[in-house]
């Protein structure tokens, strides 16, 4: 995420790739998306702008979830039993 901030172009630039404009390399879902995106240069600015803010905010988020699996944390001392019995299966949802 952090490449990401200091260099939008791996995610906004005409040879953008998901292998360098997303966090896991996995192949984009759309990419037609970005290809309709070049179509308005004029609102590129606009949006490398956004970019940025919602990277930088995404990135002070995740330090902060991070930190409750460091060592010695509530989570990161869990029994694979407790762990089993906390997890949420919020993933399964479909909107």
């Given at each position: 995420?952090?490449?990401?901030?200091?260099?939008p172009?791996?995610?906004l630039?005409?040879?953008?790739?998901?292998?360098?404009?997303?966090?896991?390399s996995?192949p984009?879902e759309?990419p037609?998306i970005?290809?309709?995106?070049?179509?308005?240069?004029s609102t590129?600015?606009?949006l490398?702008?956004?970019?940025?803010?919602?990277?930088?905010g995404a990135?002070k988020t995740?330090?902060?979830?991070?930190?409750?699996?460091?060592?010695g944390?509530?989570?990161?001392?869990?029994?694979p039993?407790?762990a089993?019995?906390?997890?949420?299966h919020?993933?399964?949802i479909?909107?």
């Open positions: 995420m952090s490449d990401l901030i200091k260099n172009d791996l995610l630039s005409h040879d953008a790739s998901s292998g360098t404009g997303t966090l896991d996995n984009w759309d037609e970005f290809a309709a995106l070049h179509t308005e240069e590129m600015l606009t490398c702008r956004a970019l940025i803010t919602f990277l930088v990135l995740w330090k902060r979830f991070l930190s409750e699996f460091n060592e944390s509530i989570i990161a001392s869990l029994t039993e407790e089993l019995l906390a997890f949420m919020w993933m399964q479909k909107c």
